[in-house]
T-cell receptor, first 111, second 114 residues
Framework: AQSVTQLGSHVSVSEGALVLLRCNYS??????LFWYVQYPNQGLQLLLK??????LVKGINGFEAEFKKSETSFHLTKPSAHMSDAAEYFC?????????FGKGNQVVVIP | ETGVTQTPRHLVMGMTNKKSLKCEQH?????MYWYKQSAKKPLELMFV???????ENNSVPSRFSPECPNSSHLFLHLHTLQPEDSALYLC?????????????FGSGTRLTVV
């Protein structure tokens, strides 16, 4: 079954520093991959997705992710963290007729 | 406006009460989902509906009863809940199981059982 792994439940980053959130997937077929963001007491919002084509995907709020088949990874990055990036981030993969979500990364931005 | 609207946003209920959560989507999607999100736990998929038919029930206790009268509306009826049922309940919708475009989520209902 398709699944994703997100290590490290909490990630602290200084304002202006690189944001890097790691996601590794397991899939028996070419994967469809997603990153979502959740602000406090809100639902999940789609940041970006990879289906086919270009492996570097750009999303909203300055985030991007690169699909690397050889590493079975889909890491999320942002060059410079803002205070407004403090939120929880979920990686997901499509499989078995539904999305499978990771456990999430809580991002804390330090001023 | 995300296209998926959940009401109420907050709900406090006693263990003997009966209440319902409502979810409505205006996106023309054909699948709808209920998730439970508790503190420090992964997202838990509760129910899946495709074209109004329930296609999945992930061993959810019978005190949670879903209803999907049409492809645009989804309800979660609650009765005799326990304090551990306190959580954020999220509704989502998708077209064709979300393969190409993922899910669209509502803002959730924060449920507190007292």
């Amino acid at each position: 079954a398709q699944s994703v792994t997100q290590l490290g439940s909490h990630v602290s980053v200084s304002e202006g520093a690189l944001v890097l959130l790691r996601c590794n997937y397991s899939s028996s077929v070419p994967p469809y991959l997603f990153w979502y963001v959740q602000y406090p007491n809100q639902g999940l919002q789609l940041l970006l997705k990879y289906t086919t084509g270009a492996t570097l995907v750009k999303g909203i709020n300055g985030f991007e992710a690169e699909f690397k088949k050889s590493e079975t990874s889909f890491h999320l990055t942002k060059p410079s963290a803002h205070m407004s990036d403090a939120a929880e981030y979920f990686c997901a993969v499509y499989g078995n007729n539904r999305l499978a979500f990771g456990k999430g990364n809580q991002v804390v931005v330090i001023p | 406006e995300t296209g998926v609207t959940q009401t109420p946003r907050h709900l406090v209920m006693g263990m003997t009460n009966k209440k319902s959560l409502k979810c409505e989507q205006h996106l023309g999607h054909n699948a709808m989902y209920w998730y439970k999100q508790s503190a420090k736990k992964p997202l838990e998929l509760m129910f899946v509906y495709n074209f109004k038919e329930q296609t999945e029930n992930n061993s959810v206790p019978s005190r949670f009863s879903p209803e999907c009268p049409n492809s645009s509306h989804l309800f979660l009826h609650l009765h005799t809940l326990q304090p551990e049922d306190s959580a954020l309940y999220l509704c989502a919708s998708s077209q064709d199981e979300g393969k190409g475009r993922g899910y669209t989520f509502g803002s959730g209902t924060r449920l507190t059982v007292v």
